[in-house]
């Protein structure tokens, strides 16, 4: 609304409840710096093409980011070029640790493994029994990152939309955000680093296969059993 000579108004309800707002009026009121960084905070939290924070929703990131000036500015930054600042990924990463409700802390990692242990207990371990919504969690530092190119990357071609014609890269170029897949359709990159330890996923290779060898144990002295019942049971009708 700042950008154009004119009074905008939006006409919205029926009947009784039929209003018609001032949108100028209002965006001067909230000032430019807050309304340029609404179209980064919608897109950041969650679109056709981006992903949501579970749980979070869109109104309750607005209320830390309207008490917090400071991350106006990186939302706003969003989308004015194809490659990012750091110092735009660093307060991103800092304004997702205050969406979890740790407002001192800046590394999404540490919030990750602190919300983690208020869900399991201080003093528990995390098992295969554990009761735990893992995707309540906030992304760790190499999936949010991805996340953060692929709205910079949506933002960027927003912003260019009155534009006939413009120059942008690919969506699989590198720091975009995307991948093409095995198919050559385009994806998600999911994490610049690995989604688990490797250490761990021979841990779990490993359980799997005790697993597995218990089940198929288990299937055999069963038949076993059986195969004896049927000797039984005929022995018995002769």
């Not at 179209?39 to 929703?57: N, P, Q």
């Not at 640790?97 to 919300?115: E, F, H, P």
Request: aromatic share 8%.
């Amino acid at each position: 609304a700042h950008d154009f000579n004119i009074e905008i108004f939006l006409d919205i309800g029926s009947v009784k409840n039929r209003q018609l707002i001032n949108v100028t009026m209002k965006a001067k009121n909230l000032g430019k710096e807050w309304c340029s960084a609404l179209m980064g905070i919608y897109v950041f939290t969650g679109e056709d093409c981006t992903s949501a924070f579970k749980g979070k929703g869109k109104v309750n990131p607005l209320k830390p980011l309207m008490k917090n000036p400071k991350f106006h500015k990186p939302f706003e930054n969003l989308g004015t070029d194809w490659k990012i600042l750091d110092e735009t990924l660093d307060l991103l990463e800092a304004f997702v640790c205050l969406m979890y409700g740790y407002a001192r802390d800046t590394s999404v990692n540490l919030v990750r493994l602190k919300c983690l242990k208020k869900m399991i207990g201080e003093d528990e371990t995390l098992h295969n029994k554990s009761k735990v919504d893992l995707s309540r969690l906030p992304p760790c530092k190499d999936s949010l990152y991805p996340h953060i190119q692929r709205v910079n990357y949506l933002l960027a071609c927003y912003k260019r939309a009155i534009e006939p014609i413009f120059e942008r890269p690919k969506p699989d170029d590198e720091n975009q955000g995307w991948i093409l897949g095995e198919e050559g359709l385009l994806e998600p990159l999911w994490s610049h680093g690995a989604i688990l330890p490797t250490c761990l996923v021979d841990i779990l290779d490993m359980q799997n296969s005790a697993e597995k060898e218990e089940i198929f144990d288990d299937i055999d002295f069963k038949l076993e059993d059986d195969d004896e019942n049927d000797d039984e049971t005929f022995d018995e009708e002769l």
